[in-house]
């Protein structure tokens, strides 16, 4: 008799924990994601890259021969796995299947430009897959499908001196068009 009743109170307290993480926020702030503690210690920073890439997460790109990773500029998304008990967030998934879905419609063929490195050493870069009838800047496309919002938009990109105001408005949109993830992140069902 006890070990059901244990096992129901178990199974309701496993809920409202991932319902109560389900219904976090964004971080104001992520962890490890600012500039390379000294300048040059990442290496010399390339002024391109492309080739074949997949996602690890919401926001990183690897790839066959793809060393450092990429770091999607502009953006932020769930992490994929939470921190404490080391399972797999919806939000994180969400992301990163989405980033995937994407990718995966150009066939994993992706160019990048990097503005920066992050502290962790990986490039932090605007990147683009070649789509008909035009490419599609996969950190737009993320904002706009409400699965990431904005972070550092305060970074000029010499190359996209607006991108940041672009980004800006696609979370926007997102947001007030409730798309994604946004329902979520405001605290409603």
Do not use: N
């Not at 990442?42 to 996602?55: I, L």
């Not at 990431?148 to 947001?175: I, K, N």
Request: hydrophobic share 35%; charged share 30%; aromatic share 6%.
């Amino acid at each position: 008799m006890k070990r059901p009743l244990l096992l129901m109170l178990f199974l309701a307290v496993a809920a409202s924990s991932v319902s109560a993480q389900q219904r976090r926020p964004p971080p104001s702030e992520p962890e490890k994601t600012d500039k390379a503690e000294k300048p040059g210690e990442c290496g010399a920073m390339p002024k391109d890259w492309s080739g074949e890439a997949y996602a690890l997460d919401g926001i990183t790109l690897g790839g066959v021969g793809l060393k450092p990773q990429i770091r999607l500029w502009g953006l932020q998304a769930g992490e994929l796995r939470d921190k404490q008990t080391g399972l797999e967030t919806v939000s994180g998934m969400q992301a990163r299947a989405a980033l995937e879905d994407m990718l995966e419609k150009s066939e994993h063929k992706v160019k990048c430009r990097p503005a920066r490195w992050d502290r962790e050493c990986r490039l932090v870069a605007q990147c683009m897959v070649e789509t008909s009838p035009s490419p599609i800047d996969l950190g737009g496309y993320m904002l706009a499908s409400g699965v990431a919002y904005g972070f550092h938009l305060d970074e000029v990109l010499p190359w996209e001196p607006r991108a940041s105001q672009r980004y800006a408005g696609a979370e926007s949109e997102a947001r007030k068009a409730k798309r994604g993830l946004w329902p979520v992140w405001l605290g409603e069902k």
